[in-house]
C-alpha cells in the first residue's frame, strides 16, 4: 500500500518551499540565540531572571501547551467521523485558568522553585521529589521524539523528503538554539512560532474557501456543526465525561509539568504570570475551534473536490497526513512552505520547552541536591547546555525508533 500512497500524493514541494523553510530555520536560531545571549548564571538560563515580558511568557505557554499533534490530530478529528461535539470541553478550559491563577501559580511563586519537584521535597520527602524528577524525564524522552517524528512523517509522506533526514534537521535546529539561548531565546522562539502557526492556519481557512465549494452547505447536510447532544453513556465517544476529564488534565498540565510552572517563575511578578496563563488559555481556546473548523473545511473541499490521494489516506489511517497534503497541493509556491513552517513551528515549540525543562530538572533535582551545590555559575552554565545537547540527540534517537516501531501509531491511533 505505501507505495502506491507516495506515487498519489505526487510529491512535489518545490525549491521556493524549501527555501522558505530554510529561512525558518534560519531564523529560529537567530532569535533563539539574540535573545539567550544576556541569560547570567543558571537562574537566567532557567528563568530568564524573572524578567521576561508576561505577553511572552503567555505565548510560550500556549506554544508548550499546543504541539504538531495539534495542528495534525484536530483537522484530522473533525474530518473523519467526529464533528463540533467535540469542542464541547473547550469553553470550560476557562475554570483551568482560575484554579491556576488563583491556587497554584502564587503558591509556586512564593516558594521560588525552579523545578517543580523541589516542592514535592518540602512539602512530603525527597523520595517524591526523585521519582517524580525521574518520570517527568524518562516521558519527556518520549514524548519529545514522538512530537519530532509525526510532523516529520506528515512531511515526508506528501512531498518525498527523506523521513531521517528531516527528523535531523529538525532535531539539531532545536537542541542548538534551546541550548545557545536558554529559557529566555525558548520562549521568544516560542512567541514567534505560536504567530507561525496563527498566520499558517489562517491561510489554510482561506484555501479551503475555494471557488465552487460550499463549506458551510455541505457540513451543515453532514452534521458536522453538531455541538449540544451529551451523554452520560461512557461507550460513546463524545460525552458530559469529556468535559470533566479535560478540566482534570489540563489542570493537571498547568500545575504540574515543569514546562509550564518553570515558566511562572519568568515573569516579572505574580501578577503578570496571571496574566500569561489567562493569555494562554484564552489563546487556546479560538485555536482549537479554528482547527476544529479546518477539519470540517477539508471535509467539504474534498466532497466538492473528490481525490483519489485523499481515499488512500483515509484508508491507510494516515489522515494526520492529510492537512499536509492540503497544503502542500492546493497552495502556492511560498505559502506552502510558511504552512509548512508551522507544521515544524509547532513542534519545535513544544520539543525546546521540555528539552530546557529536563535541563533544569537534571541540575536542580540531582546534581546541585546531590553532588555540586557551590560551584560558580559559569559551571551550572555549561553543563545546562551540555544536557540540552544529549536530550537533543537522545530526541533524535527516539524519533527514528518510532519509524521502526509501532507505539508511534499505537500512541497516534490513541490521541485521534
Given at each position: ?182 529559557i529566555k531565546g525558548v ?145 502556492p509556491p511560498g505559502v ?45 552554565v555549561f553543563l545546562a ?32
Open positions: 500500500m505505501q507505495p502506491d500512497l507516495a506515487s498519489m500524493l505526487h510529491p512535489q514541494f518545490g525549491a521556493v518551499n524549501y527555501a522558505v523553510l530554510a529561512v525558518y530555520f534560519a531564523a529560529m536560531l537567530f532569535i533563539g540565540i539574540w535573545f539567550g545571549r544576556s541569560a547570567k548564571g543558571a537562574a537566567g538560563y532557567f528563568t530568564g531572571e524573572g524578567k521576561v515580558h508576561h505577553w511572552i511568557v503567555g505565548l510560550s505557554l500556549l506554544g508548550t501547551y499546543l504541539s504538531a499533534l495539534t495542528m495534525m490530530a484536530l483537522p484530522a478529528v473533525s474530518f473523519g467521523a467526529a464533528d463540533f461535539l467535540w469542542t464541547v470541553q473547550l469553553p470550560f478550559l476557562l475554570l483551568t485558568a482560575l484554579v491556576i491563577t488563583r491556587f497554584v501559580l502564587p503558591r509556586y511563586r512564593q516558594e521560588g522553585c525552579v523545578s517543580v519537584y523541589e516542592f514535592l521535597e518540602r512539602r512530603i520527602h525527597v523520595s517524591s521529589r526523585l521519582i517524580a524528577a525521574i518520570a517527568f524525564i524518562l516521558l519527556s524522552i518520549g514524548r519529545m521524539g514522538l512530537v519530532l517524528y509525526l510532523p516529520a512523517l506528515a512531511f515526508s509522506v506528501v512531498t518525498g523528503a527523506s523521513l531521517v533526514g528531516t527528523i535531523v534537521v529538525m532535531g539539531i535546529v532545536v537542541a542548538a538554539y534551546t541550548a545557545l539561548g536558554g520562549m521568544w522562539t516560542d512567541a514567534v512560532q505560536v504567530v507561525i502557526f496563527i498566520v499558517g492556519a489562517l491561510a489554510t481557512l482561506v484555501f479551503i474557501f475555494a471557488p465552487g465549494v460550499d463549506v458551510f452547505g455541505i457540513a451543515v447536510e453532514h452534521r458536522k456543526f453538531r455541538m449540544l447532544e451529551l451523554s452520560l453513556d461512557p461507550t460513546k465517544l463524545v460525552t458530559a465525561w469529556l468535559i470533566l476529564e479535560t478540566i482534570v488534565q489540563t489542570i493537571r498540565i498547568y500545575a504540574t509539568q515543569q514546562e509550564m510552572t518553570q515558566r511562572y517563575m519568568a515573569a516579572e511578578s505574580t501578577r503578570k504570570a496571571n496574566v500569561s496563563v489567562w493569555i494562554s488559555i484564552l489563546g487556546y481556546i479560538p485555536l482549537a475551534y479554528l482547527f476544529y473548523f479546518l477539519g470540517v473545511g477539508l471535509f467539504a473541499f474534498y466532497t466538492a473536490r473528490p481525490d483519489a490521494a485523499v481515499d488512500a489516506l483515509r484508508q491507510a489511517g494516515r489522515l494526520d497526513s492529510l492537512y499536509a497534503y492540503f497544503v502542500v497541493t492546493q497552495m506552502a512552505g510558511l504552512v509548512m513552517a508551522a507544521f515544524f513551528a509547532a513542534a519545535m515549540s513544544t520539543i525546546s520547552s521540555s528539552m530546557n525543562s529536563c535541563s533544569a530538572v537534571c541540575l536542580e533535582d540531582f546534581y546541585k541536591r546531590f553532588w555540586c551545590r557551590n560551584r560558580d555559575e559559569a559551571h551550572y547546555k551540555s544536557l540540552t545537547v544529549v536530550w537533543g540527540a537522545l530526541t533524535i534517537v527516539m524519533a527514528v525508533l518510532f519509524m521502526r516501531i509501532t507505539l508511534a501509531q499505537v500512541v497516534w491511533s490513541k490521541v485521534m
